[in-house]
């Protein structure tokens, strides 16, 4: 997969391509549906397949620390996107230039002049261009101008709900990690690099891995039983904070601790993925760091309950 960091490194698709729009954060069941149908086409036609997301996503432009919670960071839809069939994927920087863009401004310079787009999947309820006035019904009638098809993406449903990344974070926000993994089709993770803390969690046996969520947002927060993957292409098992120690500093910043089983080795700057497997508590504020500690220790005899129950 070839990555294309901003419209003004896009040379013009020589033969055209097959192209779908949208945020596609989470890179639910839904979006592998839509992609998996453009690549069909792509097959057909001889021609790349292409996803155009943005960075940041409108909302985020729009709302900054009001937008919904994000489910993935950039780098980590990236990482998801290189295990799916398409060759390039677009970033679009979404700034104050780009949301005054008229929508026939986007068809003509960007659809047609640089991606010579020949087919688009995109849902029906898409809308783009200044003041949201392009939608469905302009790209038909454009698409009959320029010789381009356009499709609807469909629903995927699962339970009876239409997958989507707003019910995703409903699932996760109410500490539904199961409904959450049935729509993503795999279990809710975070991918960070380790940083260095204030080592406190060592200082009571519980030495932990921290990682910035980097987010002004997040879907979950609370004491959770993980694993975390990284390492030494093994699997540990062990418990993780999200959130802003209250206990500790109340800071406002966002922060993923992990405990792991059994483990003492050093591991800052490691990339790793922490993967949510059941939400044990909420995070709490505690009057002292010995009753933190009391907590700790349920915690981790929670999680190792958990995964001793869990089948092989």
Same mark, same amino acid.
């Given at each position: ?16 391509? !097959? ?58 839809? !990236? ?41 688009? !999947? ?119 904070? !999200? ?70």
């Amino acid at each position: 997969m070839h990555l294309i960091k901003g419209l003004s490194q896009l040379e013009p698709f020589k033969n055209g391509c !097959v192209l779908t729009i949208g945020n596609f954060d989470g890179v639910h069941l839904g979006h592998r549906a839509v992609i998996n149908k453009l690549a069909d086409r792509g097959r057909s036609l001889g021609l790349p397949v292409v996803v155009m997301i943005f960075e940041p996503q409108p909302l985020e432009y729009f709302l900054a620390d009001n937008a919904p919670s994000r489910l993935m960071r950039l780098r980590e839809k !990236v990482i998801e996107f290189s295990h799916l069939p398409i060759d390039d994927l677009l970033v679009a920087r979404f700034d104050r230039d780009f949301a005054n863009v008229d929508a026939e401004q986007f068809i003509e310079q960007i659809l047609i002049n640089k991606l010579r787009v020949k087919h688009l !999947v995109i849902g029906d309820d898409f809308h783009f261009g200044k003041a949201r006035r392009g939608n469905f019904s302009l790209l038909k009638e454009k698409g009959q101008q320029y010789g381009f098809t356009v499709e609807d993406t469909g629903s995927l449903f699962v339970d009876e709900f239409r997958v989507s990344s707003t019910l995703i974070r409903d699932a996760l926000s109410d500490g539904d990690l199961i409904r959450a993994e049935r729509m993503l089709g795999k279990c809710y993770s975070v991918c960070g690099r380790v940083i260095s803390g204030n080592k406190l969690g060592r200082t009571i046996g519980f030495p932990t891995a921290n990682i910035r969520m980097l987010r002004k947002n997040t879907p979950i927060d609370g004491v959770f039983a993980v694993t975390v993957t990284g390492i030494d292409n093994k699997e540990f098992h062990g418990i993780a904070n !999200v959130g802003t120690r209250p206990t500790v500093d109340g800071n406002s910043k966002v922060l993923l601790e992990a405990h792991l089983f059994d483990f003492d080795r050093d591991i800052y700057g490691r990339y790793v993925e922490v993967h949510f497997k059941q939400k044990i508590r909420n995070e709490m504020h505690f009057p002292s760091l010995d009753h933190l500690k009391a907590q700790i220790v349920k915690d981790v005899a929670a999680s190792k309950k958990l995964f001793a129950e869990l089948p092989l």
